[in-house]
């Protein structure tokens, strides 16, 4: 049963950073595409980055060039670094594993984390 625990997420003003890890534990991590996925209040879940089993990353374009998704496969955990935020990336942020590319509604979730971001 595969069991993914987020942390990292918190309060911060506009232009602050923030890192978010995604702990990964019940599942061969290596070999599962890993994405954070996010969603504000009132609206749908939305991709905010993947990494491929291989390292390839592909981000919303409301994000690229802000944030980075990277994996270490030694800890089973991936990361999400967020610079310059702004207020629109206000959510809660989830990690998702997916191990044979069928998108979001397949796979296994974590329980989110919240990000603020104030004006």
């Known amino acids: 049963q595969a069991h993914l625990v987020e942390s990292g997420g918190g309060w911060v003003q506009a232009g602050g950073s923030l890192r978010l890890s995604c702990a990964a534990s019940g599942i061969i991590f290596s070999i599962n595409g890993m994405g954070w996925y996010r969603q504000a209040p009132g609206k749908q879940r939305e991709l905010v980055a993947r990494i491929t089993t291989g390292g390839k990353t592909n981000y919303a374009d409301s994000v690229s060039g802000r944030f980075t998704i990277s994996r270490d496969n030694a800890k089973n955990t991936v990361y999400l670094q967020m610079n310059s935020l702004k207020p629109e990336d206000t959510a809660v942020y989830y990690c998702?594993?997916?191990?044979?590319?069928?998108?979001?509604?397949?796979?296994?979730w974590g329980q989110g984390t919240q990000v603020t971001v104030s004006s």
């Open positions: 998702h594993a997916d191990r044979y590319g069928l998108g979001p509604s397949y796979g296994s």
